[in-house]
C-alpha cells in the first residue's frame, strides 16, 4: 500500500521561474493537505483541499502561489516567479477525512516532501 | 492563540535514559494532539497521538501524558535508543474543524551510547 507520494524530490529554480509540486495521495484518502518547512523550522500549514475545491488556503501567500487538487490526477502546488525565500522543503499530507467513516479519518500522513532551491 | 510551543529545543539523552520533551498550547479548541518523528531528509512520520478524553497513552516505548486543565503535552521515550535521534515535533488540531495542524518548532534528540 503505497504511502503519500510526491514529486519531484528535488527541484532546482532560478530566480522568476516557476515551480510545480506534485502530491499524489494515500489510496482513499480525499483530503490534501500542503505544508513548509524552512530550515531548521517547523512546519507551517499553507493550503487544505479537498477533490476540486479549496477548504482553507489561509497559510498561503496572498501572491505568486496557488494550489489545486482536480478531480483525477495528483493536488499541485505551483509557485510562480521564485524568489530566493522560497527555497524551502515542501511537505504534503493526506488523511481519509472524517465522512470517510473511519474512526480515525483525521490522522494525516506526510509525504517525502519537495526540496525547492532557488538560485 | 493558535501556537504551540515547545521545549527544548534540543536533548541529549544517554542510551538507555528517558527523554521527554513538552508541549504547550493555547487553543482550547485544540483536541487532537499528535507527535511527528522526522529524520533527516525524510518526511515527518506520525508517532503518536492523542485526544482530550484520557490523560496518557502508551504505544511501546513512547507515552504521551496530556493535562487539559494546564493545556501541556508531553512525549515520554522510555529506553531511548540510538535509532530514536531525530527531531520531535508535536502538533495539535481540531478534529472537528479543518484538521489543519499547528506544529511546534521541534526537538532535535541525540541518544548517546
Known amino acids: 500500500n503505497a504511502g503519500v507520494m510526491q514529486n519531484p524530490r528535488h527541484l532546482v529554480r532560478r530566480r522568476g521561474q516557476e515551480a510545480r509540486l506534485r502530491c499524489s495521495p494515500m489510496?482513499?484518502?480525499?483530503?490534501v493537505y500542503w505544508y513548509r518547512q524552512l530550515p531548521e523550522e517547523g512546519l507551517k500549514f499553507m493550503v487544505y483541499?479537498?477533490?476540486?475545491?479549496?477548504?482553507?488556503e489561509s497559510g498561503m501567500p496572498k501572491e505568486r502561489f496557488s494550489a489545486e487538487f482536480p478531480k483525477e490526477g495528483p493536488s499541485i502546488l505551483r509557485i510562480q516567479q521564485v524568489v530566493r525565500g522560497d527555497s524551502a522543503a515542501y511537505f504534503c499530507?493526506?488523511?481519509?477525512?472524517?465522512?470517510?467513516?473511519?474512526?480515525?479519518?483525521?490522522?494525516?500522513?506526510f509525504g517525502p516532501g519537495t526540496r525547492l532551491t532557488v538560485t | 492563540q493558535q501556537q504551540v510551543k515547545q521545549s527544548p529545543q534540543s536533548l541529549i539523552v544517554q542510551k538507555g535514559g528517558i527523554s521527554i520533551i513538552n508541549c504547550a498550547y493555547e487553543n482550547t479548541a485544540f483536541d487532537y494532539f499528535p507527535w511527528y518523528q522526522q529524520f533527516p531528509g525524510k518526511g515527518p512520520a506520525l508517532l503518536i497521538a492523542i485526544r482530550p478524553d484520557v490523560s496518557e497513552k502508551k504505544e511501546g516505548r513512547f507515552t504521551i501524558s496530556f493535562n487539559k486543565s494546564a493545556k501541556q503535552f508531553s512525549l515520554h521515550i522510555m529506553d531511548s535508543q540510538p535509532g530514536d535521534s531525530a527531531t520531535y515535533f508535536c502538533a495539535a488540531s481540531t478534529v472537528f474543524g479543518n484538521e489543519k495542524l499547528t506544529f511546534g518548532t521541534g526537538t532535535r534528540l541525540t541518544i548517546i551510547p
Open positions: 483541499l479537498q477533490k476540486e475545491n479549496i477548504i482553507d
Open positions: 489510496k482513499g484518502h480525499s483530503h
Open positions: 499530507a493526506s488523511s481519509p477525512g472524517l465522512t470517510s467513516g473511519r474512526a480515525i479519518g483525521y490522522e494525516q500522513y
